[in-house]
């Protein structure tokens, strides 16, 4: 995505949807040239430029190589969040993104959004959709993938089975969903903020991972979307779901890490390049 063109947005408003969760609505006359995507977890790269560079000088057409010749700390921060909704007829979008305190970018920023301000998007990308072929939907992830599973459990169909695990601080962080009849929709409690939680309470221990790994497996061909804590994520739910379950990589290819604790956006891009250099390796 990295020499896309950056679209230009403004904040419009915001929702507090719940204590840890905070809509963000933009509009922007560079709306004509965002593309929506067809994919549940469509997703966009916000990019938070430093106040103090001045844009208008910068080479156009305006991509991340634009900022190349700025000293580090001048160049923007990228933030990869999902779209939750696209209003084509108010030409708004909508972002529902997680706060996290004060620390990081995205988070802080939707946490004390104003309206006017500018903010840049690149996207969106994106690549799952629920399959209807599939006998039953597996939607598990915590706060950063509830907009995605929210988007999915709203495509699909009447008649669709399925189970979907949210994993939140507490009850005060459920937030409305609309979901098929015979898809259950469990809230799973972790007691506090994710990057907050002691250690047994994370990871390898994060209710998630006990709340799905201990449901009945319905039967017939499951479609999988895994996202969340990258520790619960690829060192659990995803041995468990493709290794202990034998779900082949075709129904389970939406299973990945969104966020690591203990890491900006960044670093935990470098540790998942040496979890898949470690991977091909050990193959
Ligand atoms: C495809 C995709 C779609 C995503 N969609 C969304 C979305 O719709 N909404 C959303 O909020 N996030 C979403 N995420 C996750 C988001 O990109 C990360 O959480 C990102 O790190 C947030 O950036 P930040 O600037 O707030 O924090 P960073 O600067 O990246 O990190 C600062 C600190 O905050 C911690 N932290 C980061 N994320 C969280 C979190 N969710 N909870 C608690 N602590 C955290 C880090 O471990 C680090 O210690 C998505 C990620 C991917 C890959």
């Known amino acids: 995505m990295a020499g896309r063109p950056l679209q230009r947005f ?10 840890h969760m905070v809509r963000v609505l933009l509009e922007g006359s560079d709306f004509g040239t965002f593309v ?35 000293p580090p700390q001048k160049r923007p921060s990228v933030r990869t969040i999902t779209v939750r909704k696209v209003d ?15 620390h990081g970018v995205a988070g802080a920023w939707a946490a004390t959004a104003q309206p006017g301000q500018v903010i840049y998007l690149m ?10 072929a599939a006998d039953w939907h597996l939607l598990a992830g915590d706060e950063s993938a509830l907009p995605a599973i929210a988007t999915a459990l709203e495509a699909l169909p009447p008649n669709a089975i399925g ?46 991972v006990e709340a799905v790994t201990t449901t009945l497996w319905l039967p017939g061909q499951v479609h999988a979307f895994v996202h969340g804590e990258a520790q619960a994520v ?10 202990e379950r034998g779900v082949d990589k075709k129904w389970a290819s939406s299973i990945s890490g969104y966020w690591r ?7 935990f891009r470098q540790w998942k390049k040496e979890l898949a250099e470690a991977e091909a390796g050990s193959r």
């Open 36 to 70: 929506p995507s067809s994919f549940t977890d469509s997703y966009v790269k916000l990019v938070f430029v430093p106040s103090d560079v001045d844009v208008a000088g910068l080479p156009r057409p305006l991509t991340l190589d634009s900022f190349a010749g700025l």
């Open 234 to 243: 690829m060192h659990n739910l995803r041995p468990y779901i493709r290794k």
């Open 88 to 102: 084509a007829a108010a030409r708004r979008i909508a972002l529902d993104i997680v706060v996290h305190g004060e």
């Open 123 to 132: 996207g969106p990308g994106g690549a799952y959709t629920p399959d209807p």
């Open 261 to 267: 604790r203990g890491r900006t956006e960044e670093t």
């Open 10 to 19: 403004e904040v419009v408003g915001t929702q507090q949807l719940a204590p």
């Open 163 to 208: 189970k979907a695990f949210i994993e939140v601080a507490g009850p005060e962080d459920q937030i409305p969903l609309t979901a098929p009849e015979s898809v259950q929709v469990n809230w799973v409690y972790r007691g506090g903020r994710a990057d907050m939680v002691s250690d047994d309470r994370a990871g390898d221990f994060a209710p998630l």
